[in-house]
């Protein structure tokens, strides 16, 4: 089965929405519940 397509927003650019994303991108969490669009 295909996992689902999931876009993020980051939001404000200066506020810490960025630095979450990038963490959990760099952590693979998303990789196991679906394909994330950032």
Do not use: S, T
Not at 7 to 34: M, S
């Amino acid at each position: 089965m295909n996992k689902p397509i999931l876009g993020i927003l980051i939001g404000d650019g200066a506020g810490v929405g960025p630095e979450i994303i990038a963490k959990l991108a760099v952590q693979n969490f998303f990789a196991a519940y679906c394909r994330p669009v950032i």
